[in-house]
C-alpha cells in the first residue's frame, strides 16, 4: 500500500526563520514520483517540484530546497528565510504504478509566517 | 490564459438535493480528476478520467457521480445520497502520458459546498 505521512500539522515561525517540512512515504513500487503543492488561502493547489525516484539529487530553487533520501523515504522540504508570503498549507504527494498513477497526498502541513 | 476553471466558488444544498460543480479546461488535457478535501485532511479522490467517455472510481465515490461527453468539460454531480457533502472540491487535470511522465496535476480554484 502507498501512504504519505506530513507528521507536522501546523508550524508557526517568525519571518526570515528558515522551516523544514516533513514528508515521508511509503511505496513498494521501484519507480515513483514525489510532489509538492502550495494551497494559499484562495485555494487552489499550485505545483512546487516533482521529482522521480531514480534521481536523488537535492534541488534548489531560490528560497525552496528539497531533500530527498531514498533510505529514509523521506523527501523534505526547507524555506529559507521565510516570508508571510509563504503561509500556505503545504502538501506532499506520492504516485506510483502500484496506484496506478493515481496521487497519494499527505494530510498537509500549515505554516504559518508571523512578521 | 489556459487553466481550469471551477464554478460555482461557493453552493449549498438543501436537504434531498442534487447539485452539479462544475469543471472547464483549455490546457488540452486528457485526464481529469475532482478531489474532495476536507479540513485537517489530505486531499481524496472521487472520481477520474483519461478520456473522454470513460471515467473511473476513485476512493470515495459513493453518493457523486461524474460524465465526460467533451475533453475540456468533467461536471460532478453530488447526489441526495452523499450525507455528508460539505467540503472544498477541487478539479484537477493532466497530459494523458502523465502515466508515464507523470507530469504534475494541475488544480483549479475549487468550489466550497455547504448544507443550507
Known amino acids: 500500500a502507498q501512504k504519505v505521512t506530513q507528521a507536522q500539522t501546523e508550524i508557526s515561525v517568525v519571518e526570515k526563520e528558515d522551516v523544514t517540512l516533513d514528508c515521508v512515504y511509503e511505496t513498494r513500487d521501484t519507480t515513483y514520483y514525489l510532489f509538492w503543492y502550495k494551497q494559499p488561502p484562495s485555494g487552489e493547489l499550485v505545483f512546487l517540484i516533482r521529482?522521480?525516484?531514480?534521481?536523488?539529487q537535492n534541488e534548489i530553487s531560490g528560497r525552496y530546497s528539497w531533500n530527498f533520501q531514498k533510505s529514509t523515504s523521506s523527501f523534505n522540504f526547507t524555506i529559507t528565510a521565510s516570508q508571510v508570503v509563504d503561509s500556505a498549507v503545504y502538501f506532499c504527494?506520492?504516485?506510483?504504478?502500484?496506484?496506478?498513477?493515481?496521487?497519494?497526498f499527505g494530510t498537509g502541513t500549515r505554516l504559518k509566517v508571523l512578521a | 490564459d489556459g487553466g481550469i476553471t471551477q464554478s460555482p466558488k461557493y453552493l449549498f444544498r438543501k436537504e434531498g438535493q442534487n447539485v452539479t460543480l462544475s469543471c472547464e479546461q483549455n490546457l488540452n488535457h486528457d485526464a481529469m480528476y475532482w478531489y474532495r478535501q476536507d479540513p485537517g485532511q489530505g486531499l481524496r479522490l472521487i472520481y477520474y478520467s483519461q478520456i473522454v467517455n470513460d471515467f473511473q472510481k476513485g476512493d470515495i465515490a459513493e453518493g457523486y457521480s461524474v460524465s465526460r461527453e467533451k475533453k475540456e468539460s468533467f461536471p460532478l454531480t453530488v447526489t441526495s445520497a452523499q450525507k455528508n457533502p460539505t467540503a472544498f472540491y477541487l478539479c484537477a487535470s493532466t497530459s494523458r502520458d502523465s502515466a508515464v511522465t507523470n507530469q504534475p496535476q494541475h488544480f483549479g480554484d475549487g468550489t466550497r459546498l455547504s448544507i443550507l
Open positions: 521529482r522521480n525516484s531514480f534521481d536523488e
Open positions: 504527494a506520492l504516485s506510483g504504478l502500484s496506484g496506478t498513477y493515481k496521487y497519494i
